[in-house]
């Protein structure tokens, strides 16, 4: 195992020392347990917007924390849900009197820790609702849920949500968008590696170097199918097939298109990656307004990639275009 890190065991906690002191404009840091909140936390009167994961999926979740995104991000352990805990004090942390969302990604132990945490919250006088994020087509079940696995749509969610939030909407019309963006996103991943936990020092699995992993999680679970490595326009089309049938996406809808790296692969890949799927996206009517190339929501360092399509309306797009100020994201400021 090669890594720049010092121990093992304080990984997270190192990462979140660097994270709090490169960017303490945006956000400030709480340890033990560990939640990141924007810098201006509490904002009254305004919906909280929260979310979590294990890390090692940087730059989500706590890369989204600040203004038009997360007001409040919950890391666990490298590959492991956050507590109730963490859960809690970060929707405490960032409660403006106005209720707080909980975005969720569908892994059994998040959706489990969000829903005891959300228990805590609402017994303390807190509104809390939660909507979970079930975007991934390449599987229905897998080691870690038990339906979709939620990943792409995810970031999107974050953002659309966050700007809502900041614009002042209720927490049931924040919540009541982030269904119609979970509704209406779908993702689908694959992998050429896989990645290392600190902790294992070891592969999560192993893959032969003419392989690649079709429909891969972001923990390095595995996907839909074992298969010979291809080309770039080939793995595009196999994913996007995938992707557009299944909501299905059809000529005349307008979408947000998202390749997204999964930490180890260039942006030089990732860009031969969206062209391929901006020619299929024309060739089958789908308009592509906005888009994000790069590493978003990351599996260590991963060799692969995912892609996720979002429809949008025009009120969606409004949303995505307001200003934004996060530690890996940001515009209009």
């Given amino acids: 195992m090669k890594k720049l890190i010092n121990d093992p065991r304080n990984v997270v906690r190192e990462s979140l020392l660097g994270l709090a002191v490169a960017h303490q404009d945006i956000i400030r840091v709480h340890y033990d347990p560990h939640y990141v909140v924007r810098a201006d936390a509490v904002v009254g009167g305004k919906v909280g917007v929260v979310s979590g994961g294990g ?46 969302l909980h975005i969720v990604k569908n892994y059994t132990g998040d959706v489990l820790n969000f829903e005891m945490a959300a228990e805590l919250c609402a017994a303390g006088g807190i509104e809390v609702q939660a909507v979970v994020i079930n975007d991934d087509v390449a599987v229905q079940d897998s080691l870690y849920t038990a339906g979709r696995r939620g990943v792409g749509t995810t970031v999107l969610a974050e953002r659309i949500c966050g700007a809502a939030a900041e614009r002042g909407y209720d927490l049931q019309q924040v919540a009541d968008i982030c269904r119609q963006v979970n ?31 079709l429909g891969i999680g972001i923990h390095g679970e595995p996907g839909r199918e074992r298969a010979p490595l291809k080309t770039a326009r080939e793995i ?96 209009g400021i």
Wanted: with cysteine; glycine share 12%; proline share 6%.
């Fill in 55 to 100: 890390s090692g999926h940087e730059p989500m979740h706590t890369g989204f924390v600040g203004r038009g995104m997360l007001d409040a991000a919950c890391p666990g352990e490298v590959f492991t849900s956050p507590t109730p805990d963490q859960i809690e004090m970060a929707t405490r942390a960032v409660d403006g009197g106005a209720g707080v």
């Fill in 183 to 213: 509704a209406n996103g779908r993702s689908m991943g694959m992998a050429l590696t896989s990645c290392t936990v600190p902790a294992a020092g070891k592969p999560t699995f192993s893959i032969g170097d003419d392989e690649m992993e």
């Fill in 236 to 331: 595009t089309e196999i994913m996007a097939e995938v992707v557009i049938a299944d909501l299905p996406f059809i000529s005349g809808d307008r979408v947000i298109a998202m390749v997204n790296g999964m930490g180890g692969t260039p942006l030089l890949e990732l860009y031969i990656i969206y062209n391929e799927l901006a020619r299929i996206c024309q060739r089958q009517g789908l308009n592509i307004v906005r888009q994000l190339v790069g590493n978003y929501s990351t599996s260590l360092e991963m060799a692969g990639c995912s892609i996720t399509l979002l429809k949008v309306d025009d009120g969606m797009v409004a949303l995505w275009d307001d200003p934004l100020h996060t530690p890996a994201l940001r515009w």
